[in-house]
């Protein structure tokens, strides 16, 4: 989802790193530095679960906002043939949303072509999380399952792995209307596992205690933006429910094709071309999701990297100096989600 919202962070630069030494200081640039991929498939899985609802996915999770436009025409083959590449890789979880434009059908089509292409062991261990992002109107049973129905089909499964819950307005307590009606779903068997998206910490603590299973929430995390890592994490410590996180390098503007630019001078870098990365330049995010653009470009072995990248002091260092620059976000934009509620 996107958000069009101004923030202190338009003059944020990325600069090399002044780290001490003996004989002084001296400048230098985050860089990956060379490592052997010794990491095995033990702990690429996480099992999210509340109770008896459970599912496991692939700690990195393939993003498909990427497919809802804006980023380059999308081509129906190419784009599931890049999915059936990187789930051939091991990524083999796919985030998705009612609202990605095509991103629900290109999973339905995907998903057959596993059933067709790949042993039945393969389409085990593919997940499909997708989102549910309604109107604010009211929310009744027979419109929630109606809903549901939608993205079952367009997706082409019987359950669907995870649904995911947005909810615009905090003053419409239809929110927990709608997830009283997507857990009596999970338990007809249209989903295995119910889920949040972008809810700030005191609205999960009142969905917990209503008895609501939620497993998850998804919510913007990075190195500028901390917010998470206050009440939220605590509270998810707490209960047991896990963080799905999104904007990892802030749709590619934490990376070295940014390093020493100004983004506040016109043309003084990289064009921020894509709406990721105009979305991150203004409120700053950040997760372990990453955005895919099925069919454009690709990232898998980069992406596999992560399994086995492992920092050292100086890294964790570099990190820790580069954070204590930022702002505190809760208060300058509030808890987590609160950008998508702002006038």
């Not at 039945?120 to 261990?125: A, G, H, I, T």
């Not at 819950?165 to 596992?193: C, P, Q, R, V």
């Not at 955005?291 to 990297?305: A, T, Y």
């Not at 492992?310 to 809760?330: A, C, H, R, W």
Request: charged fraction near 25%.
């Amino acid at each position: 989802m996107a958000v069009s919202l101004h923030h202190p962070f338009n003059n944020f630069t990325l600069k090399s790193v002044q780290t001490k030494t003996k004989s002084g200081s001296e400048s230098r640039k985050l860089r990956f530095k060379p490592f052997r991929c010794v990491q095995t498939g033990e702990n690429r899985r996480i099992v999210v679960k509340n109770g008896n609802d459970s599912v496991d996915i692939c700690r990195l999770v393939n993003g498909m906002w990427q497919t809802s436009g804006g980023w380059g025409r999308i081509d129906r083959d190419n784009a599931v043939d890049a999915m059936l590449r990187y789930a051939d890789a091991g990524l083999t979880t796919f985030d998705m949303a009612d609202i990605y434009g095509p991103a629900e059908d290109l999973y339905g089509i995907f998903i057959n072509r596993v059933r067709r292409e790949r042993p039945p062991e393969f389409l085990e261990k593919v997940r499909g999380l997708t989102k549910w992002v309604p109107p604010p109107v009211k929310m009744t049973s027979s419109y929630v399952r109606e809903s549901i129905n939608v993205s079952r089909k367009r997706m082409d499964v019987t359950s669907l792995d995870m649904l995911q819950f947005h909810w615009w307005d905090y003053s419409n307590s239809g929110y927990l209307d709608a997830l009283k009606h997507l857990t009596d779903l999970k338990e007809e068997g249209k989903i295995k596992t119910v889920a949040l998206t972008n809810f700030d910490t005191e609205r999960l603590q009142i969905i917990l205690e209503k008895g609501i299973p939620v497993v998850s929430n998804q919510v913007q995390h990075s190195i500028v933006d901390m917010r998470p890592q206050q009440r939220m994490a605590e509270l998810c410590q707490l209960t047991g429910v896990k963080l799905i996180t999104y904007g990892t390098v802030m749709g590619g503007l934490l990376s070295e094709k940014f390093l020493d630019t100004n983004l506040a001078i016109p043309f003084a870098g990289p064009p921020l071309n894509t709406p990721s990365l105009q979305k991150y330049k203004r409120p700053s995010v950040a997760g372990s999701m990453v955005g895919v653009r099925l069919g454009l470009s690709e990232h898998i072995q980069d992406s596999n990297s992560v399994f086995s990248l492992v920092l050292d002091e100086d890294d964790v260092n570099s990190i820790q100096e580069v954070s204590k620059k930022g702002k505190d976000l809760v208060r300058v934009i509030g808890d987590c989600g609160d950008e998508y509620r702002r006038a």
